[in-house]
């Protein structure tokens, strides 16, 4: 089987979290070919991959957002736009509920022909309706630079070829999950969705925070991301999530329920339960955490130190190593390192990527203090390692960390967001006491090993996979009954 999988910021450019999980997941499985299609942000990362690609990954295709940027782009000729077109474009810019399959029909041109749409007159005639109607208040200028911002994006990626593949899967939902249900779309095939934390929560997290998007227009932003979610679950034949929770907010964002599926990740618990306790060395009192973490905003690395900051106030054998790559977001890397000398928090360490295997002998604990998570592979392999956990209620956390009626107990605490003295008496607690820390990490260990495998994941997914071809094949036949469909469509 050859399988084409979408990727958004993430694999091959990014290290650890969906990255790491995907690319064990590629690897596990030999005996298909695999080609990643990848969203990249800055074109100087072409070549510069933070993995070295597995033998069955055949091709890999990258595209990347700011070429758009330098496209010499003219303004194209006046052509003619159906009744049914005008009102798939409206709903579009309106983030509404647009005819998909009208808007992959009418931007099947190159990246850059479809660009040139924004410089079209029947794209400024809809902006000049749409600003009268939905904003009057609002500057027309500032509306119309906005939209642009907003789709400039999608259809720069809506120009991409479609790689050859019986199967496309994308590992979030948002401009992987659109150009997913367009290669469906445009080739029959069968596409697959697969959420390690929910797309449109997030960058609605992120989009309200956010400075560089005016108020008026932050939930037209937010608007357009479920739309492309929307896109997702209605053209995926299955959609999975990682815990049942997600599911349901799954299905609350509008996909239906008989497509949903969980699927619980799963780590390598062999490698990981033969991690040794770690060596109390004569005089050596310290008591060590480990936060596996991309030091990216999300992961809230802020609100770590200040926690941390707090301990230390009360214990003076702490100490804090904080283990993932530094250059995802190297702005705030630097304001991280920054509030750690302001702080005077000389026990907290920034290691970089290390190999987690051989850190985690060192480690008493583990700490994740996410903003959003879905169901975090740092937590379950410090588990799997026996090391107990303490987290932030987010995705699944506390359901790893108790249990669903398994009768196996507390394996760590589990704390609100961003609360600096709630998670530092967490923190504190877990270092108060060894025996029950031991205790914990031995509860973590056996419902790593009952519940969360890599050998179960990876057999549920191979069905998945399976599955939606075999689906397909017998309703279409081996043929692609969409073959001729861009042909046709620029006819």
């Given amino acids: 089987m050859r399988i084409c999988v979408i990727c958004e910021g993430c694999y091959p450019f990014v290290a650890g979290g969906v990255s790491s999980w995907l690319h064990g997941l590629i690897r596990t499985m030999p005996e298909h070919e695999f080609v990643i299609w990848a969203i990249g942000a800055q074109e100087k990362s072409r070549g510069h991959y933070a993995y070295e690609m597995p033998d069955n990954v055949v091709e890999l295709k990258d595209v990347y957002l700011d070429e758009m940027m330098s496209c010499h782009i003219t303004k194209p000729r006046r052509s003619e736009v159906s009744k049914a077109e005008k009102e798939t474009l409206r709903a579009l810019i309106r983030c509404d509920k647009p005819d998909w399959e009208t808007v992959f029909r009418f931007f099947s041109l190159s990246s850059i022909e479809n660009v040139r749409f924004l410089m079209s007159e029947t794209f400024l005639d809809l902006i000049e309706e749409l600003s009268a109607e939905d904003f009057p208040f609002v500057g027309f200028t500032d509306y119309f630079y906005c939209v642009r911002s907003m789709f400039l994006p999608l259809l720069y990626l809506l120009g991409s070829e479609v790689p050859k593949a019986d199967l496309y899967y994308s590992v979030s939902a948002g401009y992987a999950g659109v150009l997913g249900s367009m290669a469906s779309v445009r080739t029959g095939r069968p596409f697959l969705l697969t959420e390690h934390g929910i797309y449109t929560r997030e960058r609605e997290e992120e989009i309200l925070r956010t400075n560089w998007v005016p108020s008026h227009f932050k939930n037209l932003w937010i608007k357009m991301f479920y739309m492309y979610t929307r896109c997702a679950y209605h053209y995926a034949c299955r959609v999975t999530s990682l815990f049942h929770r997600a599911s349901l907010i799954q299905q609350e964002i509008g996909c239906s329920a008989d497509k949903c599926r969980v699927i619980p990740n799963g780590v390598a618990y062999d490698r990981f339960s033969r991690i040794p306790k770690k060596r109390k060395e004569p005089g050596d009192e310290w008591i060590d955490i480990g936060a596996v973490v991309r030091l990216v905003p999300i992961k809230d690395i802020k609100t770590m130190l200040y926690a941390f900051s707090l301990v230390c106030q009360e214990r003076q054998d702490v100490r804090l190593h904080i283990m993932g790559p530094t250059t995802e977001d190297e702005e705030y890397y630097e304001e991280c390192v920054h509030l750690k000398e302001e702080l005077g928090l000389d026990r907290a360490i920034f290691t970089g990527r290390v190999n987690v ?38 995705g699944c956390c506390r359901e790893l960390l108790e249990g669903v009626d398994d009768g196996i107990g507390v394996a760590g605490y589990c704390v609100p967001p961003m609360h600096q003295s709630a998670l530092a008496e967490a923190i504190l607690a877990m270092c108060a006491n060894r025996d029950e820390r031991e205790a914990m990490g031995r509860r973590g260990q056996k419902r790593v090993e009952t519940n969360y495998r890599h050998d179960q994941m990876l057999s549920r997914y191979k069905a998945l996979f399976e599955e939606a071809v075999s689906k397909r094949s017998d309703r279409h036949g081996e043929g692609g009954e969409a073959e001729g469909w861009r042909e046709s469509a620029l006819s």
């Fill in 357 to 394: 295997l051989e850190y985690l002998e060192k480690i008493d604990f583990v700490l994740l203090t996410s903003l959003s998570e879905g169901q975090p592979l740092a937590v379950l392999e410090g588990m799997a390692a026996g090391r107990p956990a303490v987290t932030t209620d987010v």
